[in-house]
């Protein structure tokens, strides 16, 4: 298995713009989670699905993110509009009932 | 209160010898919890799973857990210039929900 596949891994942006990363997970695995990392403020999880249904976003910073899991093997997860603050790596992860999560390579956003 | 807590480090420890990491929660519900280890640039990796009162133990890794006083550690034997990563602690809650502590930098030296 290739593992959790995430895109773009690098993406510089500036103030304003719209922001799409993307997720595959792991084939079989019902859970999906978005967590961001920051040096500030360390992993955090933003949101997450379990059987593709959204089921705690309480993570998500405000009404500009937005994340959604139209079928078992892809996630987005949104950006609009782009701030500074919002640099920092974004993690998907992946995992079977009750086995913790398999991290993808993340996403380094830079916002300028 | 933080949900989830770690000594941040860094934890020094020479090579061969007996690293120690700790950790706290604070949801009572948590049943499953997971150690993971991140080097620097790199993304976390499962590394430790425990679910039951007592210790277990996996090579040179042992996770100890105690759900009464809420606490579970990490210990890694004959540590190695290899183990030098930040190791995160992950309590469980219900729905597979992970919340993370703030890792604990562990740095082994030659």
């Known amino acids: 298995d290739a593992g959790v596949i995430q895109s773009p891994r690098h993406e510089v942006t500036e103030m304003g713009q719209e922001v799409t990363l993307r997720c595959k997970p792991i084939?079989?695995?019902?859970?999906l989670f978005w967590y961001r990392q920051t040096m500030m403020r360390g992993l955090e999880l933003l949101i997450y699905f379990n059987n593709n249904v959204p089921i705690d976003d309480s993570g998500m910073p405000e009404d500009r993110f937005s994340a959604k899991m139209p079928n078992a093997s892809f996630s987005t997860l949104k950006i609009q509009p782009s701030e500074p603050r919002d640099s920092a790596v974004y993690f998907c992860?992946?995992?079977?009932?009750?086995?913790?999560?398999?991290f993808g390579e993340g996403s380094r956003l830079t916002v300028l | 209160q933080k949900e989830v807590e770690q000594n941040s480090g860094p934890l020094s420890v020479p090579e061969g010898a007996i690293a120690s990491l700790n950790c706290t929660y604070s949801?009572?519900?948590?049943?499953?919890f997971f150690w993971y280890r991140q080097y620097s640039g790199k993304s976390p990796e499962l590394i430790m799973s425990i679910y039951s009162n007592g210790d277990k133990e996996d090579g040179r890794f042992t996770a100890q857990l105690n759900k009464a006083s809420q606490y579970v550690s990490l210990l890694i034997r004959d540590s190695q210039p290899s183990d030098s990563a930040t190791y995160l602690c992950a309590p469980e809650a219900a729905g597979n929900k992970l919340t993370f502590g703030g890792g604990t930098r562990v740095l082994v030296k030659p």
């Open positions: 992860a992946s995992s079977p009932p009750g086995h913790g999560g398999f």
């Open positions: 084939s079989g695995h019902n859970s």
């Open positions: 949801d009572r519900v948590s049943q499953s």
